[in-house]
């Protein structure tokens, strides 16, 4: 059972790590198991491009387009993450901020929290995602606080609680979802929490009900996310834990909490048949992504700098799918897609820059390229893709959102454009001095593994200029299957 | 009188119990009370669990009463006793916002809870229909107490508590999620309780006391 | 029957794939941007070989396009297998692209040439990086101007925009050039953005983003107006329009000369070119406001631009300043196009727009072939400050040659091009009193009267530029052995310059290449009918000139009476010291310098300047005078918008004040609220 | 384009060429009759050019090409201009060469390479009189433009030959807009052609002077060029003016007989003479302004041109 395999290796590797993890092969390991996880899900992606979407396991599981490519993105960044984090880990370790027990500790997490994001992604079961995503949340904590600082902890602390109240919400959601089920479903064969019964009833099922539970869902779900003013926690954790976990938690972990948020949202847009969870969805985008854009004017910390610029996109994510119908989802998805692939490289740069400059302070950084072209380039590239300068993706993604929300709902286009007119300001003049200009440190002791990110950008790049026949296919499938 | 009516009217005093015990806790100061408080509910709630049990005649319910009873009423306190014993941090402590006021706050939310119910108890089949608001009520004053409390500890305890109203909801409502729900919640409820204990020490012996005013450091500034 | 036609019907067979031919030669150049990567440091590689490559290619778009518009048939049409899946790249060639590829052609072929003797390792970037940006740049200009879908478009214009960024922080060690590239780019982004809600509104309701369908889309009179508005901010925040120029005078002189000289001559008109499409193609309705409004805005920015320019003491900011002129006065010529279209007077219009697209070209060359030469004497001196130039006229004599035939050129003097679309545009005003329109058409005549002041003011400029640099005493002792161009650079030079004359001399060439423009964007073409060797735009009883003619009669007379005085004239020649009213002690700091000759502008424009002077007093024994002029828009407009944002930012973060129960309200509140929505 | 057109052609040019100077010393004579002087004789100004033709060359030192190329290129530009005046007759082929604004522009030329070569060998005097030069030129050009305007407005052509037809059409007809549109011209062709009150040809004195700082280098066959040519301007600027706002007598298209190139040739003696004393008589009667008192004149002549073109459209000739 390929689902299993896929959900098992990061588990076993979760096990392996808390043995071996503090061995000198640690890292290695920890790529290798990432690595066979993305084998295991290629097989997988490959069987449902083959035979459509799977149920498994007492339909306790299943594949379809909307997870499935999902599934493939956070299996391929866990990878590269993992081999970004190889040499990055190494030189935190020679620094002496990190002790093997901690690298165990780090490892072995990392595995639990790919695999916990498996598991919210591929299971059916409404209850079981509230658990990985529980699951996802306490692994995170633990990476999060892993310096032991006084910083890190502070971070760990509001993170956790935070996060842990609002998927409190969720789970007082998740319950009147099942209270409202059940009087359908049934309480035989547990079916009434399986999304793929929900789906197919979500026209019985009780409004007033759902549209609480919806509620209670987005606060939670959404808190993981980081919409505005639920958000406070995201820049704090990006900035305090170590770096391949911000890029993981920027890169997937937001992904997932919208995926939880997304697919309750075809539930209760089925159940009542108005359009308020949509619009509820695009106040807190455009909320999160005004005022992510203006939270960038003033960073000093480079990765709170990009924390808060994942709170921005994914407000214009989460904007688009709440504008619904097939060309904003595409472009959602799309913008998923991109934005993971960015962020996560320009944290990968960012992280070895403030490693080159022992300080994550931006005032400190200075003259990337004179010291190492790869991070200098990667850096400014990555930013700019990320600011949706073309021909990179997201640019594609962007413009497609903004035209359809010009078309649907056009007194929204100022807010989107001053949001993205800001946030470019801001990003870049901050972004130019670090990788332009005189520096004298010297370069890292380690080579730093910079392939990922251009390997990222390069994706990014092609998925500006010609997004391949497959892709576009599924995710049209996917954005049918939101629909709204 | 037909016993089922016995166990609603008893539920019924159970959730008001439960609804008091929430308040109790909301005007409370010292932490050991609270900490008390929190074993009566967790109480309160098996036994509610335990006649829904019985009532609906479901025997994985029993299960969950069970692990209610190990988890909330016994373990749970008992480690935040040693907790506090050990952190010596079971002294007074003052709410942000004086208990008169929470106390007002709280009464307006109990109402908005109920009126949000309504129309859920309305449609609930089960004996124990117009618990939910009760439920809510709970959640919502157990987020009023983690707002107004200042220390690591009473906001932990808050947190519990909410946890607690979830599960009554959960019991109460819907006669209990599926097991597999119920042990997957419990054991990341316990998980997690865990992890705060780590935390408690090492936030302790990098900050010398469990005060969140300390965790003020990272903010726009 | 002319050469030209002579011409044309030969070339009618080779001219069928013209498009696909063009989008080869993009492509190459985009190869040979790449082909730099293979040896980054290999100079002599990426100079010797590529660049001139890169050359050929601009040629050979310039003779495409050229045939193109001569023998000018149908649109081309292509639709690339790339892009969104439901919106892939289309291009198209049409007159008008074709035209302004044929000004990117041959201006590129002779920067491009230039560029090949001027790039030299040492300087900020590596040479094969500096090649690929180069090349991307070129490829992503010709681009704008093929495509013909709002996506592809806004791809490559940000292209443009992010690798000239690129090209002017070549050498970012130096703050300003970072400064300088930051504000470049973000003007870019704030324009690109106005861009694409324009094509937003131009769609008008048909949801299709090709421009085919903004073709066929009709707006009501608002929206149009809105488009056009949009178009005019975003396209004039490129082309440098005041008060959107600020970016210009920071960016053209902080990138390397070539990489000054494409900006200026070339991708300047990537934003003409976008303006025209919108107003001439893609709108279906002009109004006639809509023509003042540019106008106005033209003259202003001619005006401003010719202002500044004699103020500046940077020969790099003078000629940045000078396009902003030259900028202004081709919106000036569409603006009158666009006025006299509304008001149903096509001929006139056409007139106005041949002005204008006559007028970019001819900036192109010139502005280019000056830009160049400021290259080359900064390699020679390493000095860009007028006050530290001099007498270079002696030392690097091509490079001397050439800059005169630039300065007279733009200093729109006959019988060079600057005055052939000088002369069309002053034609063209001569015909505004039948405007249909109270007051206009008593005031717009007196555009004629700014446009005159403007020019006078550009030979004013361009005196100035030239005889600090090139003529009078060296104003330091180093320039003494300053070297003259590598014969690259000269052949580069010698390209535009030649441009510059033959346009000078044959105007009906340029005059057919705009009629065939103008004849599918206003079905009116000015009268082509005249010989080859003059023009007259609207018949030849009203108005004729002929700048060949005008060119071998001052030959002539020159040539005859040097003849003659050879005979009558017996006296020998002796060299002497200057004479200067008898007043021996002669140095170099004597001659008037850039501020000098700044002097008069500065007392008569005061209003338009922030100044600031220090004064040597009487006693000073080392006395230093200085005058630091600013643009007041800047503390006017932009400083203000940029405390407003930091305003906001600082009450945004207010938010995040950093304690854990001020955030769980937040969260609170948030459900509270959410749960009385759907209550 | 028949042979006597030709000859026409070169016969006014000649003419130019030869009554040129004789104008200015016309004016020189009315000068010092007006401030009762004992006046030079007419012939002056050729006795001084041939004198100069004579002389040696002292060249500076580092003088470069453009400085000696300079004074050629002057003379030809100036005979160029005379060459598509219509000062004798309409039909003439070079007119269709280039209208009045290319003639404009023509000048302008000539102003640009005096002003460089002014600058070429680098003195104080040389680039200032070139700074003043130009200063007085982009100031004068707007209104010089502006009164053209009133004339092409009239005739509907830019080219002077077909002003010219226009206005010997209706020969008693004077639009009141020309009357604003010839006194911003006399004021015009008073800065252009350095005279007072904008600048003293007869001075030497170094701060005050424009055109003679300018030229103050050149010697011998040069100088004579450069002051030939500035004798050419002033005789263009009038036969300009006499276009305009005299047109009597000029032989137009289809009547220009021999009969009829005397009766023009005469009659534009005649204006000549007056036109000379006139201006003499203007001269002397005001005085010198300083130099920043410039852009306020230059503005009045502007201005009065301006007006005149107002009254033109909103009469609605």
Known sequence: ?484 | MHPSHVIAELLKLLAASLLLISFAMLSRRRTQRLITLFAWQGSVLFISTLLVAYSAGLTELYYSAALTLLLKVIALPWILHRLIQRLGAQWDSETLVNIPTTMLVGLGLVIFAFGLAQPISRMATTITRNTIGIALAVIFLAFLMMITRRKAITQVIGFLAMENGLFFAATSATYGMPMVIELGIALDLLVGFFILGIFFFQIREQFDSLDLSNMEALKED | MSPLDWTSRYLLALSRHDLSLLLVFVLGWLVLGVAGLIRPHRVGFVARILFPLGAVAGLGGALLSGIYLITGHAPEILILPLGLPDLPFHVRLDTLSAFFLLLLGIAGAGISTFAAGYFRSGEGTAPGLLCLQYHVFLASMALVILADDAYFFMVVWETMALSSYFLVTSQHRIPEIRHAGFLYLLMAHVGAICILLCFGVLQGGSWQFTFNAMRGATLTPFWASAAFLLALTGFGAKAGLVPLHVWLPEAHPAAPSPVSAMMSGIMLKTAIYGMLRIAFDLLHVRFWWWGVLMLALGLFSALFGAIFAAVQTDMKRLLAYSSIENIGIIFTGMGLAILFQACHLPLFAALALTAALIHSLNHSLFKSLLFLATGSVLHATNQRSLGKLGGLIRRMPWVATLALIGTLAIAGLPPLNGFVSEWLLLQSFLFTPQIPHAFLNMLIPLGAAVLALTAALAAYVMVKFYGVIFLGQHREPSLAHAHDADWLERIGLAWLAFGCIAIGVMPQIALRAAGAVTGTLLGQTVNLSSPYWSIAPISPGQASYSGLILLAGIVGVVGFTFALVRVVAHGRMRRTVPWDCGYPWQTSRMQDTAEGFGQPIRHMFGPFFRMERDLPSPSDIAPRYRVHIEDRLWRTIYLPIARGVQRLADAVGVLQGGRLAIYLLYSFLTLIALLVFVL | MSPLTIVRQFGEVILAIAIAPLLVGWIAQCRAWFQNRSAPPLTQPYRMLRKLFHKDVALATDASPLFRMTPYILFGTMVLAAAIIPSVATDLPFARVADAIALIGLFATARAFQSLAAMDIGTAFGSMGARRDMMIGFLAEPALLMVLFNAFLLSGSTALPNVVEASTAHPFLIDPSLVFAAVAFVMVLLAENARIPIDNPATHLELTMIHEAMVLEYSARHLALVEWSSDLKLFNYACIGFALFLPWGIATHGADGGLALGVAVIALLAKLIVAGAALALIESLSAKLRIFRAPEYLATAFLLAVLGLLVHLLLGA
């Open chain 1, 1 to 484: 059972m390929v689902i299993l395999v896929a959900l098992g290796l990061p588990l076993l590797g979760a096990l392996l790590l808390a043995l071996f993890g503090a061995r000198h092969y640690a890292a290695e390991l920890n790529a290798a198991m990432s690595f066979a996880t993305l084998v295991a899900v290629i097989f997988l992606v490959l069987r449902v491009l083959r035979h459509g979407s799977i149920l498994a396991l007492h339909e306790q599981f299943f594949v379809d387009s909307f997870n499935v490519f999902l599934v493939a993105l956070t299996a391929f960044v866990g990878f590269t993450t993992s081999l970004f984090s190889r040499p990055y880990m190494r030189i935190e370790e020679q620094r002496g901020r990190l002790s093997p027990q901690r690298l165990r500790l780090y490892h072995s997490m990392y595995q639990l929290f790919m695999a916990a994001m498996f598991l919210a992604l591929l299971t059916n079961n409404m209850g079981l995602l509230w658990v990985a995503m529980e699951a996802a949340t306490l692994s995170t904590v633990l990476l999060v606080s892993l310096y032991r600082t006084r910083a890190s902890l502070e971070a760990a602390w509001k993170y956790f609680i935070l996060c842990g109240v609002g998927i409190a919400q969720a789970l007082f959601g998740t319950i009147l979802l099942y209270f409202a089920a059940e009087h359908i479903l049934g309480r035989q064969g547990m079916t009434a929490l399986l999304w793929t019964h929900l789906n197919a009833v979500k026209g019985q099922l009780e409004p007033r009900v759902l549209g609480l539970a919806f509620v209670f869902l987005l606060v939670g779900y959404g808190t993981k996310v980081g919409l505005a003013p639920l958000h406070n926690w995201l820049p704090d954790a990006h900035a305090e834990g170590p770096t391949p976990v911000s890029a993981v938690l920027s890169g997937l972990l937001l992904n997932v909490a919208l995926y939880a948020v997304i697919r309750c949202k075809v539930l209760v847009e089925g159940s009542i048949g108005s359009y308020l969870p949509g619009h509820m969805l695009m106040g807190f985008g455009l909320l999160s992504a005004v005022l992510g854009a203006f939270f960038l004017w003033r960073q000093r910390d480079i990765k709170r700098l990009f924390g808060y610029s994942s709170i921005e996109h994914m407000g214009i994510i989460t904007f688009a799918f709440g504008i619904g119908g097939p060309i904003a989802n595409f472009a959602a998805l799309l913008h998923m897609t991109v934005h993971s692939l960015t962020k996560s490289s320009i944290f990968f740069t960012a992280g070895h820059a403030s490693q080159t400059a022992h300080t994550q302070q931006m005032d400190g950084i200075r003259g990337l390229v004179g010291i190492s072209p790869t991070i200098g380039w990667g850096l400014m590239l990555g930013s700019l893709a990320i600011l949706g300068m073309p021909p990179f993706g997201v640019f594609a993604s962007e413009f497609l959102i903004l035209t359809t929300a010009m078309r649907e709902h056009p007194w929204t286009t100022p807010f989107l454009l001053i949001a993205l007119g800001v946030a470019f300001a801001a990003i870049f003049r901050k972004v130019q001095p670090m990788v332009f200009g005189e520096s004298d440190a010297p370069p890292l002791p380690h080579s730093p593994a910079l392939v990922p990110v251009f390997i990222h950008l390069a994706m990014v790049l092609m998925l500006g200029v010609y997004i391949p026949f497959a892709l576009a296919e599924w995710y049209r499938a996917a954005a049918r299957l939101i629909g709204g």
